[in-house]
T-cell receptor
Framework: AQSVTQPDIHITVSEGASLELRCNYSYGATPYLFWYVQSPGQGLQLLLKYFSGDTLVQGIKGFEAEFKRSQSSFNLRKPSVHWSDAAEYFCAVGLMEYGNKLVFGAGTILRVKS | DAGVIQSPRHEVTEMGQEVTLRCKPISGHNSLFWYRQTMMRGLELLIYFNNNVPIDDSGMPEDRFSAKMPNASFSTLKIQPSEPRDSAVYFC????????????FGPGTRLTVT
C-alpha cells in the first residue's frame, strides 16, 4: 500500500542553523511528491513539488528538496532557518491512478530556538 | 486570485445538532477534497470529488457524515447528528486534474461539539 513516513515527530533547531526534514515514501510508480507547511491555526500551504526532471527542486521561503529514487526519499532542506519557519511540515505523495488523491505523512513539528 | 474559501471558520454546537460546513473551491479547479485533522489521527481524507462526482468516500467515518457538490463552485459537508468526537478542524482543498496534482487548502473550519 502507498504510504509516506516522516520519522521525526519533532525537531528543534537554532535560528540560523541548517535544517533537514526526512520523508520516505512507498509507491510502485514514479511518484509525484510534495511538501506542505502548516502554521498554527492555518491551512496547509504548498512549499514545493516534484513531478519529473531535476531531482533537486526549489520552493518558496528558501526551501528545497531532493528526490532520491534509490532511497525512496524526498527530504526537505533549508540552509538557514528563521524563527518564522516554526510550523508543522507534511510530506505527501500523489497517487496518479486515483486521480488527484494525496497520501500525507504524519507531519514533523519544527521548533526554532532563538 | 481568491483561494479556497471555507465557512464558517469556527462552529460550536451541541451534541445531536446538525452541522453544515461549506467550501468554495478555486475557480477552474475540478477536484475537491474534504479532510479532517485531529491531534490523535492527524490529517484524514474523508471524501473527494472529480467534476462534481464523488469518487472515493471510503474515509467518511459513519453514515452521520455526508457530502455534496451540487456544482463546480460549491460543496458541503454535513454531520447529522453531531457528536463530541467529531470535534476537529475540517479542511477543504481543491486541485485541477489536468494539473500537477497539487492541492490548495482552505483555512479550515474548527468544529467543537459539546
Amino acid at each position: 500500500a502507498q504510504s509516506v513516513t516522516q520519522p521525526d515527530i519533532h525537531i528543534t533547531v537554532s535560528e540560523g542553523a541548517s535544517l533537514e526534514l526526512r520523508c520516505n515514501y512507498s509507491y510502485g510508480a514514479t511518484p509525484y511528491l510534495f511538501w506542505y507547511v502548516q502554521s498554527p491555526g492555518q491551512g496547509l500551504q504548498l512549499l514545493l513539488k516534484y513531478f519529473s526532471g531535476d531531482t533537486l527542486v526549489q520552493g518558496i521561503k528558501g526551501f528545497e528538496a531532493e528526490f532520491k529514487r534509490s532511497q525512496s526519499s524526498f527530504n526537505l532542506r533549508k540552509p538557514s532557518v528563521h524563527w518564522s519557519d516554526a510550523a508543522e511540515y507534511f510530506c505527501a505523495v500523489g497517487l496518479m491512478e486515483y486521480g488527484n488523491k494525496l497520501v500525507f505523512g504524519a507531519g514533523t513539528i519544527l521548533r526554532v530556538k532563538s | 486570485d481568491a483561494g479556497v474559501i471555507q465557512s464558517p471558520r469556527h462552529e460550536v454546537t451541541e451534541m445531536g445538532q446538525e452541522v453544515t460546513l461549506r467550501c468554495k473551491p478555486i475557480s477552474g479547479h475540478n477536484s475537491l477534497f474534504w479532510y479532517r485533522q485531529t491531534m490523535m489521527r492527524g490529517l484524514e481524507l474523508l471524501i473527494y470529488f472529480n467534476n462534481n462526482v464523488p469518487i472515493d468516500d471510503s474515509g467518511m467515518p459513519e453514515d452521520r457524515f455526508s457530502a455534496k457538490m451540487p456544482n463546480a463552485s460549491f460543496s458541503t459537508l454535513k454531520i447529522q447528528p453531531s457528536e463530541p468526537r467529531d470535534s476537529a478542524v475540517y479542511f477543504c482543498a481543491s486541485s485541477h486534474s489536468r494539473g500537477g496534482y497539487e492541492q490548495y487548502f482552505g483555512p479550515g473550519t474548527r468544529l467543537t461539539v459539546t
